[in-house]
């Protein structure tokens, strides 16, 4: 969230591009805040591509033809996304993953931590803290929703430090405690 991880993934499937290597960008159907063909960043560069149901459709689409499969918004995948990962990478194909590690509560999220534990480099990029101005690695919900998913970007979160979001989370858990206390 606001750590420029699609701008990433976009920057370096243009690099494969102007390689001349084939190149197919996946993200789940899901996703559809910004358009629905678009792998579309917050700075609005943007590149093509395939919204689909499940990872296995990426295995028939990506097919044998490609040297570069790009996914975006990972995390809103099911975790059949960690083999299909892996049978692309086994066949020799390069594979950009971008996703979110965590989710609002901080919990590793969707497929994505099997996915950091079998790729073969790592990136982290960070968001900057809303509050402070340290580097973010947690999204902070400001919508009241318990979903894992909520979909929205400006409006449902924040990029936090780890201290801010702590104190966001106890802060939280006393107003929801203060308002059982008035519901009684
Ligand atoms: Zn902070």
């Given at each position: 969230m606001f750590s420029g991880k699609t701008e990433e993934l976009i920057r370096r499937l243009t690099r494969a591009r102007i390689a001349r290597q084939r190149v197919e960008i996946f993200k789940p159907a899901l996703d559809t805040r910004y358009h629905t063909d678009d792998v579309v960043s917050h700075n609005q560069n943007s590149i093509r591509s395939t919204p689909v149901q499940s990872p296995s459709e990426i295995l028939l689409l990506a097919g044998g033809s490609t040297d570069v499969v790009g996914i975006d918004e990972?995390?809103?995948?099911?975790?059949?996304l960690v083999e299909v990962c892996r049978q692309l990478a086994n066949q020799g194909t390069r594979v950009i993953v971008a996703g979110l590690d965590m989710d609002y509560l901080g919990r590793p999220f969707g497929p994505m931590p099997a996915l950091l534990a079998t790729a073969e480099f790592v990136t982290k990029v960070h968001a900057v803290c809303v509050c402070c101005g340290e580097l973010a690695a947690y999204s902070y919900r400001i919508a009241a929703s318990e979903s894992q998913i909520l979909l929205g970007e400006t409006d449902a979160y924040e990029a936090r430090c780890r201290p801010c979001f702590l104190a966001g989370e106890a802060a939280h858990t006393h107003r929801a405690e203060a308002g059982q206390r008035t519901a009684h």
């Open positions: 990972a995390q809103f995948f099911d975790e059949s």
